[in-house]
Structure formats: structure tokens, C-alpha cells
């Protein structure tokens, strides 16, 4: 793991500033902060996240998509989120964009539930098996394809797995002070993936997580971009079971698939 960026590594850096950030955001290296090098907080930061058991986050996650140019970005998700996480698949997600249209994911480990109280609708099927970090394939279709609550869905799960697999993603690091960005190595398709971390340095605690990963979609080179700020972060606290079972308040309807109400159209949610 070096800390010094090729020219590769600087045209990917370039690129995510150009097209997914304000340049408040990105800040090209910078001397090395002093205490902890950088490859060592990476390792400490994969160290703690990936030996984790159960966990549960809260806070505000935003996810956009920039095709190459000059072309504004689209943002396909901005929400509240809140996670938990626990062995035996148990699975928890809601979500709230702008105090309406709240959703819910929930699995127990046998079965699993999603959930729309503006629809007073639910969908009930059996749960998948539990996914570790070293399942998580980091590589995913053009999120576009899919309704918000997915999109919010997928990343809210690749976001610990990921922290997990940082010490053995990383290829090129450095710090500036508690921000830390981090050059993923080439994937089995040849592709990068660019992240900064806001690191409590006494913790280790991750309070912000900007991942910006390259994806090919039709032909076109696309950068989606994933922002969390973290609310709290717990990790390895207690979590009752009570919080990964659904219980059908008594006015809603259980169905096949769900539709999301959307302000143009609506878009189908698939049985989960």
C-alpha cells in the first residue's frame, strides 16, 4: 500500500473533483498530518469494521450519477436512513426522503418484509442468507435502472463491508488531518474506485464516507457517487430482536409486489 498517487491515480482524483464534487470536498495531497500514517489507519479502520458482529448507523445518504462531461449530476437518492445489522442475516433499513414516503426492509433471518405505510401495503417472503464482507461484490449495474428505495437498499448494506475490506482494497492512500482518502486497486474489470473518510482518530469511528466508484452503463463511462453522513454509528452494542420482526399494523394489505408513488409515474419495487 503506497501514499504517493500515480498519474492514474491523479486523473481519477481529477475526475471525481471535476464531476461529483465541490472543491471544498477534494484537496490535493497534502503533507502527512502527524501521529498515524495513513496505511495504518487503514488498517485500523478495516481492523475495527471487520470484526464487527452486529452494528446499526443513522444519518443522510445521498447517491448521484455523472456520465463523463459536461452534463450536471442526477441525483437518484437523497434520504435518511436508518440500518441495523446482526447475525443469522437479521436485516433492518428505513428510510425517509423529506418526511414522506417512508420505507421499510426488514429480515428476522427466516423471513423478510418490506414496507410502505403511505400504501398501507407490505410484501412477506423468505429471507436470503446472510451476506459477510467477503460476499460483497463491489461492482453493480447502473443504479438508474432501479427505484430509490433500492438504490438506498444496496449501499446502505456495501457500506460496513466495504470499511471491512479497506486494508485489502487500498492500493494508494494519504491523510489530511482527520480526512482520509483512499485509491482503491483495479478490479476484475479493470476498474477504480475513489473514497474519502472522516475518521475520529481517538475511535476510529467513521463519521462520513464519500465513495465514488466508475461503472460502465451502455456504452458510457458513469460515476456514481455514495455520501453518508453518519448521525451515530454503533458498533457491537446490543440490538433486541424485536427490531428485525414485522408485525402488520392492522389496516395494511400484504401483496406480491409493491409500486412507489413518485411525482411523475411510479416504479415497481420487486418481492424482496
Known sequence: MRCVFPATAALLLQLARGVMFGQAEVQAPAAQAAGIEPADLVSKIAEKYGATKQYSFAGDLEVTRKIAGDQPSEVLAKAKVKVAIAPGAKYRLEIENAGKYLYSFLSDGRKRWAYIPTLKKYTEGQAAAAVTSADVDENF??????????????????????????????????????????????????????????????????????????????GEKVLVRSAINFESFRIDEPIADSEFTFVPPKNAKRTDTLTIPREHGSRLLSKR
Open 141 to 218: 449495474e447502473d443504479p438508474r435502472l432501479y427505484p430509490e428505495p433500492e438504490i438506498i437498499d444496496r449501499l446502505s448494506r456495501l457500506a460496513v463491508p466495504i470499511l471491512a475490506r479497506l486494508a485489502k482494497t487500498a492500493e494508494n492512500v494519504y491523510r489530511n488531518g482527520a480526512v482520509l482518502t483512499v485509491l482503491s486497486k483495479k478490479d476484475d474489470r479493470d476498474g477504480q474506485s475513489l473514497m474519502y473518510l472522516t475518521v475520529e482518530l481517538a475511535t476510529m469511528t467513521v463519521g462520513r464516507m464519500v465513495w465514488v466508484k466508475a461503472i460502465s452503463s451502455k
